[in-house]
């Protein structure tokens, strides 16, 4: 027994060990003064100030955040609608085709995904005039098709764990569907719906494949930016916008984990 | 009397249009863009804008004709590159799908077995990374990999090698990238399914006499077949069409369909190939995915 248990104990180490070594290494490496990247010569904080004066990552940086927020508060809506549906709205006929539709974004290569939808565009750009050329708002309409269906899948998680008590209780004593879901639905799955949000934005802030082939000129990404430069070769700036994603992500990880954790408290207190 | 038909005249048609609104956003750009895609791949290349001929012509004497062509089809048959390009992407898929499940079962395990207290943590440091850019993560691994990169420096240093080992720009470099990435993918599922087995169900094996490494053959093993299903399938099916990785860490022998796709589309500029490419490769994955529908129903109905 005790045997086992070190094994599994050995080999869960060194599995945590594989997946963040490189984290930790893209960050003791972003503060190195020298330009060879995996050459330590000593302590600096010059390639974020460098980044910092980097107009292009900084416009490439903005314009992803926006596409992100726009993108996930789109996919936040279309998401928790398609989760409704197929959680709680019984059996209906076209269910079997949304149950196919919103689980095989999750699996699909982006290859795929990218292309056909810049066949779409172009397609639809050939017979409606819309949308014109391609670039800020076909990246959000194609990040918000693939980002829905992971909003859709942590919300019917929360939705299949609430009992569905309260809101028969206020249906029976004549509330509206729309009254039912704005006053008891909403405010039970509303983490479900914060760590939707935030998947969704990351999933958006991190896309290359699809944003590639949907974009236009003009609409270049950070992940599009960051692509071109690595692919001429490692760069202690790229280091140094890493660590500052990371930062940005764990501080994130780490309210949100609170915020549950507060509200699982206060739940306990109300009960 | 006409208040009540009035409103239960609404409520199935407000329900219907609740459906509609997620329906009909996969149907246009989810669903129908293959049908675009498949169009595409019958048609013609041309040098145009868009670079390729229309299927449907109206002639000069005023008749509808269909210029249908599979020479596309033909030339991924033709050329060698496509058909071992899908073969290798099939073999690499299938190995790290095989790497990540033997690394992250007893990951899994552990933190199955852990206290309460301990698993959620351990789980927070599995989807951390996944928050973090994949583009990112990947960047990093070329910075341990490369000639004087971390690893051979760290191995030169410690007297194992004198050479530095050649791994960046090889099939082992995306190995490891793949299985790095995807690992909590298989994590995840895996981890559900064991948590979720009745602890009592061991206790009676050990009673009955089974010893641990018996009991976990007989009894958590077996169990566990819906989430390692799962797993392997969640890994398998976006790895075969992956891009990046080869990208970034592979070397030019490294021939993957989706880095074929990828050229084809972006350097040759021949849309019909690339929608022939992505059509075959949608056709092999339908099953994998279909069946990953299934393990997915099969864990539902466990728990």
Redesign the interface.
């Known amino acids: 027994?005790n045997k086992?248990l070190s094994?599994?104990?050995i080999?869960?180490a060194l599995?945590?060990l594989?997946?963040?070594?490189?984290?930790i290494?893209?960050i003791v490496?972003s503060f190195n003064e020298s330009k060879?990247?995996?050459?330590w010569s000593h302590f600096s904080t010059k390639w974020y100030g460098e980044l910092l004066n980097d107009a292009q990552i900084l416009n490439a940086a903005w314009m992803s955040f926006k596409i992100g927020a726009i993108s996930a508060t789109a996919a936040l809506v279309?998401?928790t609608?398609?989760a409704?549906?197929l959680q709680r709205?019984g059996r209906?006929k076209?269910k079997t085709?949304?149950?196919?539709?919103?689980?095989?974004?999750?699996?699909?290569?982006?290859?795929?995904t990218g292309?056909?939808?810049l066949?779409?565009f172009?397609?639809m750009e050939?017979a409606f005039g819309w949308p014109a050329g391609r670039g800020f708002t076909t990246i959000i309409?194609?990040h918000?098709?693939f980002c829905?269906a992971f909003v859709?899948v942590v919300v019917q998680a929360r939705l299949a764990d609430m009992d569905n008590d309260q809101e028969e209780a206020a249906m029976d004593l004549g509330a509206t569907?729309v009254r039912v879901f704005w006053d008891i639905t909403l405010p039970t799955i509303a983490p479900a719906l914060v760590s939707g949000w935030l998947?969704a934005f990351?999933l958006s802030?991190?896309d290359?494949?699809i944003a590639?082939?949907v974009s236009g000129p003009g609409a270049t990404t950070l992940?599009m930016l960051?692509?071109s430069k690595?692919?001429l070769g490692?760069t202690p700036e790229?280091?140094a916008?890493?660590s500052l994603?990371?930062l940005v992500?764990?501080i994130?990880?780490m309210a949100a984990?609170w915020v549950a954790h507060r509200s699982s408290v206060k739940a306990k207190e109300l009960s | 009397m006409s208040g009540s038909t009035g409103i239960s005249r609404f409520?199935p048609s407000?329900?219907t249009l609740?459906?509609a609104?997620?329906?009909i956003?996969?149907?246009?750009?989810?669903?129908?863009?293959?049908a675009?895609?498949f169009k595409?791949s019958l048609s013609e290349a041309a040098i145009a804008r868009?670079p390729y001929l229309p299927i449907m012509e109206w002639d000069e004497e005023g008749i509808l004709t269909f210029a249908l062509n599979i020479s596309n089809y033909f030339y991924l048959l033709e050329d060698d590159l496509y058909l071992s390009a899908y073969l290798q992407s099939m073999r690499i898929a299938f190995i790290s799908t095989a790497l990540c499940l033997l690394?992250?079962y007893?990951?899994s395990?552990?933190?199955a077995?852990a206290t309460p207290a301990k698993r959620n943590l351990?789980l927070?440091?599995?989807?951390?990374?996944f928050?973090?850019?994949?583009?990112?993560?990947v960047?990093?691994?070329?910075?341990?990999l490369?000639t004087?990169?971390?690893l051979n420096?760290s191995l030169m240093w410690l007297g194992l090698i004198d050479q530095p080992l050649a791994i960046m720009q090889t099939d082992i470099a995306v190995y490891i990238g793949v299985v790095?990435t995807y690992?909590?993918f298989m994590i995840l599922p895996l981890y559900t399914s064991l948590v979720k087995q009745d602890g009592a169900l061991l206790e009676a094996a050990a009673d009955l006499g089974a010893r641990?490494?018996a009991a976990?053959f007989s009894v958590t093993f077996p169990l566990s077949f819906p989430g390692m299903a799962a797993g392997c399938?969640?890994v398998f099916?976006?790895v075969?069409?992956?891009?990046?990785i080869p990208?970034?860490l592979g070397g030019p022998d490294t021939l993957m369909i989706?880095k074929v796709?990828?050229s084809e589309?972006?350097s040759n500029r021949d849309?019909p190939v690339?929608?022939a490419v992505?059509t075959v490769?949608?056709v092999v994955?339908v099953v994998p995915?279909m069946l990953?529908?299934l393990a997915?129903q099969a864990d539902e109905v466990q728990a």
Request: aromatic residues 14%.
């Open positions: 027994m086992r094994f599994l104990t080999s869960a599995g945590f594989f997946l963040y070594v490189p984290i290494s893209l490496f060879l990247v995996t050459v279309l998401g609608i398609a409704l549906v709205f209906f076209s085709l949304l149950t196919g539709m919103i689980s095989a974004p999750l699996v699909m290569p982006e290859v795929i292309l056909s939808l066949l779409l172009v397609a050939a309409i194609a918000t098709t829905m859709a569907p998947l990351t802030l991190d290359l494949v590639s082939f992940p960051i692509f690595v692919r490692v790229i280091n916008l890493a994603m990371i992500v764990t994130g990880v984990a | 409520l407000g329900k609740v459906i609104i997620p329906v956003w996969l149907l246009v750009f989810f669903l129908i863009p293959f675009v895609v595409l868009p690394i992250a007893p990951m395990l552990a933190i077995r351990l927070m440091l599995v989807i951390l990374p928050w973090t850019s994949f583009l990112l993560r960047y990093a691994w070329i910075g341990i490369k004087n990169g971390l420096n790095y690992l909590p641990p490494v976990f399938l969640l099916i976006p075969v069409g992956e891009f990046v990208a970034l989706g796709l990828w589309f972006f849309w690339a929608s992505a490769m949608l994955l995915i990953l529908r997915q």
